[in-house]
């Protein structure tokens, strides 16, 4: 019989409708709680972690469960694991936990875009269909995925695409890496390479902006003079910036202060291509850190953690680049 950890954290998937009113908001107990599974070959052990709304996640709480699930590995010897989360912040959850989770057995975060009392409910079956993927034998050695709408994504990859259709989560440029159907899970690509890191602690504030046509330094300027241990810009196109925000990225890199680039857009990668006044050429001169087609949100946990590993800033480079 496998044995099956199951964290609840909140969101969505634990929520219900106020029939009155239509407004959604959390419940006294977790509707998932009374879930058996339709299997006597599976046990689950089941966590009712948080009871949190998904904006009130925090890579404090990310680093809860990724020590209860080390815990359990040690204590329980179980066989994969089950996070249900709410879908805001569910992207970046999964990929603290594929950058920080040292173990081969099968880790799936699932949740649902409609609470458990709305018309065409999608977390029960989004729930099951992760059970099913943390019990396959086909699912280890393949870091966190996400699993939902009978679609499975591995977490470096996917994000959310929607504000409330149910096929929200996607993998823009390389789609899922496989599906659940009635029958079982099947997998259709390949994971070729996974990363790991020791990470006992989250404590580094580490800042996000969005750049823009005629930015500016002041809010670069206005970060110079805050506690800040890093900085990721989703960038212009390949990663170029407006030349008036130079200025200042090129004194808090001369602080110390790892800056990470990434694109805006959704597809394609940051590249040092464009040899202009802030353009990505100059950019990476300065010292600015060039992403492998991470998102923003997963690049500033990427930085967190890669803060907690090393201030060594050619180290946190070569991390970047895998």
């Known amino acids: 019989m496998k044995k099956i950890l199951i964290l609840h954290t909140g969101g969505t998937i634990a929520m219900e409708e106020d029939q009155d009113t239509g407004f959604v908001k959390p419940q006294g107990n977790n509707p998932l709680l009374k879930f058996i599974p339709p299997s ?15 904006p009130h996640m925090t890579p404090k709480e990310m680093l809860v469960l990724q020590q209860l699930i080390h815990s359990k590995i040690q204590q329980d010897n179980i066989d994969g694991v089950v996070i249900t989360h709410g879908t805001d912040t569910l992207e970046e959850t999964a990929y603290f936990l594929d950058l920080t989770v040292r173990s081969n057995i099968p880790v799936v975060v699932t ?13 029960l079956y989004n729930f099951l269909s992760a059970v099913k993927v943390a019990s396959s034998a086909e699912a280890k050695g393949k870091g966190v995925l996400v699993v939902l709408n009978d679609e499975i994504h591995c977490a470096t990859n996917v994000t959310k695409t929607h504000t409330s259709n149910v096929a929200t989560f996607q993998s823009p440029q390389y789609g899922p890496i496989g599906l659940v159907t009635k029958r079982g899970v099947v997998f259709h690509q390949a994971i070729l390479h996974r990363e790991s890191y020791r990470v006992e602690n989250v404590t580094k504030n580490v800042l996000l902006l969005k750049a823009y046509a005629g ?5 670069l300027t206005a970060i110079e003079a805050l506690p800040v241990d890093g900085l990721v810009i989703e960038a212009l196109g390949q990663g170029n910036l407006p030349p008036k925000t130079v200025p200042a990225i090129q004194r808090l890199i001369g602080k110390g202060v790892p800056v990470v680039l990434v694109s805006r857009c959704f597809n ?14 100059q950019l990476k001169e300065m010292g600015a850190i060039f992403t492998n087609g991470l998102s923003g949100q997963k690049a500033r946990i990427k930085l967190l953690v890669a803060l907690e590993v ?9 991390m970047f680049q895998n």
């Open 310 to 318: 090393s201030q060594n800033t050619n180290h946190i480079q070569n």
């Open 215 to 219: 930015m500016d330094g002041t809010l």
């Open 111 to 123: 949740g649902a875009m409609r609470s458990s009392n709305e018309l065409g409910s999608d977390g």
């Open 40 to 54: 006597n070959e599976i046990d689950l052990l089941v966590e009712d972690v948080f009871h949190l709304p998904s």
């Open 268 to 281: 394609g990668i940051v590249q040092d291509v464009y040899s202009y006044e802030g353009g990505g050429k």
